[in-house]
């Protein structure tokens, strides 16, 4: 196993060296002129100069290069202060160093993430096995039913629905809007209810048809119908042989979204007005901030190697012949 994890880490650590030069040179191909846009409309050529210098933009692409990688691990100096490892550059935009940025907006896209992905695993997975385990019941087809309702529903759709229910026309909760846990753990859970609780009803719609479809695929296999006809019981041989078997897909399309949702919850903070990861990648966007969307970018796609190594790992204990492969 710790080979496996080894194998997997340093894959993880040459796929992301590789990431950060794509992005920068792709960054650095682009035709606009970033000083430009840093100095405004109203733009002396001393003053452009000076900009240009600061950002380290007069300096070759290489040395650039090379001063925004070695920044990572150990730290740049710019003329506004020192930036600490991992230093991913000072933003054009706001003069503020993209990593502290990041982090100050990461809590919240974080509580969306895990809190999200909580609700609809419980939910999601849970309804699928039970429609499996009674299927051709009532409960299959109100649980199938319901997923295919939900399932075609969009965030930007039910969340002024449910804004204008619970908190505009009821007064029934509070306007959505993130406090830290440590400050207010009551005001961080009422103040994320409706915007976690919004987005997990899209993923619980697509998990319950997944794991229903997964069980009954497993039901069907030839060591849970020979422990069947050993005389097992249908509860032992669903605990016991199938539903290990049916986690699989599950687990490999978990890993998708939840990195996907760890990235930046663009649409659920936008529909939300929420100041997370994902509002940040869109302002970066359109101010054509380099080095902020560039830090979004990386961190996004570091997230995505760690759960990508963490399905893995999942994967080799669930299913032992993935270790050997």
């Known amino acids: 196993m710790l080979q496996f994890i080894i194998r997997r880490t340093l894959g993880a650590v040459v796929t992301l060296f590789l990431i950060g030069a794509a992005t920068f040179f792709l960054f650095v191909a682009a035709p606009s002129d970033y000083a430009s846009l840093a100095c405004g409309k109203d733009c002396s050529p001393q003053r452009l100069a000076d900009i240009r210098e600061a950002?380290?933009?007069?300096?070759?692409?290489a040395q650039q290069f090379w001063d925004f990688m070695t920044g990572i691990f150990m730290g740049r100096d710019f003329p506004t202060g020192h930036c600490s490892a991992p230093c991913l550059g000072q933003s054009f935009y706001s003069g503020e160093m993209v990593w502290s940025t990041i982090m100050d907006r990461f809590p919240?896209?974080?509580?969306?993430?895990?809190?999200g992905s909580i609700v609809f695993l419980v939910v999601g997975i849970g309804a699928g096995m039970l429609a499996a385990f009674r299927r051709g019941s009532f409960v299959d087809k109100f649980a199938t039913g319901a997923s295919m309702v939900l399932s075609s529903f969009q965030i930007?759709?039910?969340?002024?629905?449910?804004?204008?229910?619970?908190?505009?026309?009821?007064?029934?909760?509070?306007d959505p809007k993130y406090v830290p846990l440590t400050q207010d753990p009551v005001g961080w859970f009422v103040g994320m209810s409706i915007p976690v609780c919004v987005m997990a009803t899209i993923f619980t719609a697509q998990y319950t048809r997944m794991a229903r479809s997964s069980m009954i695929e497993q039901l069907a296999e030839e060591h849970?119908?020979?422990a069947r006809a050993k005389g097992m019981s249908k509860k032992y041989v669903f605990?016991?042989?199938?539903?290990?078997?049916?986690?699989?897909?599950?687990v490999t399309v978990f890993g998708i979204d939840f990195s996907a949702m760890l990235?930046?919850?663009?649409?659920?903070?936008l529909t939300f007005s929420l100041q997370g990861i994902g509002r940040l990648a869109v302002n970066g966007a359109t101010t054509k901030d380099l080095p902020?969307?560039?830090?979004?970018?990386?961190?996004?796609?570091?997230?995505i190697l760690i759960v990508n190594i963490l399905t893995d790992i999942a994967y080799a204990f669930i299913d032992p012949?993935?270790?050997l492969s």
């Open 108 to 115: 919240l896209t974080l509580t969306l993430t895990v809190g």
């Open 224 to 226: 849970v119908r020979t």
């Open 239 to 250: 605990f016991r042989y199938a539903w290990r078997g049916s986690l699989i897909p599950i």
């Open 156 to 174: 930007y759709f039910l969340g002024p629905i449910v804004l204008v229910i619970l908190v505009y026309s009821t007064g029934l909760m509070e």
């Open 321 to 323: 012949r993935v270790r």
């Open 292 to 303: 902020l969307t560039m830090g979004v970018m990386l961190v996004g796609a570091f997230f």
């Open 263 to 269: 990235g930046g919850a663009v649409v659920t903070e």
């Open 55 to 61: 950002l380290g933009l007069n300096l070759p692409v």
